[in-house]
């Protein structure tokens, strides 16, 4: 499995309960990637999301699957510890699951994954919910992207670029 987060200088990934930025390319980039896999989905980023994401197998991580409404149609609901249970089921290549939040859901499974596809954003978006912080002893640095620049809808520039962290062990 492998984690796409998208995150400020701080690591930071929502405030709100929204994401703080929205860049054109990163969309593009997780459209790319997570093409014809499966995505794991906490409840919250379900909400924001709004709808199952198209051309891919959508799971939805929730303590209390049984209780979720219609809007979550389209999404398979499932708890933690299920989809942990059925973990080979969704994991048979490299690039068949994709990890993409919220901040719960990272904590809880970042240790299963190989790569984390990170867009970094280099400013303080004052957020309130948080990446976990990747150690430089489970985790070493495969591509540090060259930055590039967003202009947000009121003239903003905003710095970003992609990197690609490697758990240590994973070829």
């Not at 989809?83 to 939040?101: A, I, K, R, V």
């Not at 970042?110 to 400013?123: A, L, Q, S």
Request: proline letters at 4%.
């Amino acid at each position: 499995m492998n984690a796409m987060v998208i995150c400020d200088s701080k690591n930071g990934i929502a405030r709100n309960g929204d994401q703080p930025i929205h860049i054109p390319n990163d969309l593009k980039r997780l459209r790319a990637l997570t093409k014809n896999s499966t995505v794991v989905i906490g409840r919250k980023t379900a909400e924001v999301i709004g709808s199952p994401l198209v051309d891919r197998t959508n799971i939805l991580i929730s303590s209390n699957p049984g209780a979720l409404g219609p809007q979550y149609k389209g999404f398979q609901a499932m708890t933690l510890q299920k989809f942990l249970d059925d973990w080979y089921m969704y994991n048979q290549g490299t690039d068949s699951c994709w990890l993409l939040g919220g901040e719960q859901l990272y904590r809880s499974l970042i240790r299963n994954c190989d790569r984390v596809y990170m867009t970094r954003v280099d400013e303080d978006l004052k957020c309130d919910q948080f990446f976990p912080k990747l150690s430089r002893l489970r985790w070493a640095v495969e591509l540090v992207g060259h930055p590039m620049i967003y202009v947000d809808h009121d003239g903003n520039e905003h710095v970003y670029h992609f990197d690609v962290y490697r758990r240590r062990g994973v070829s």
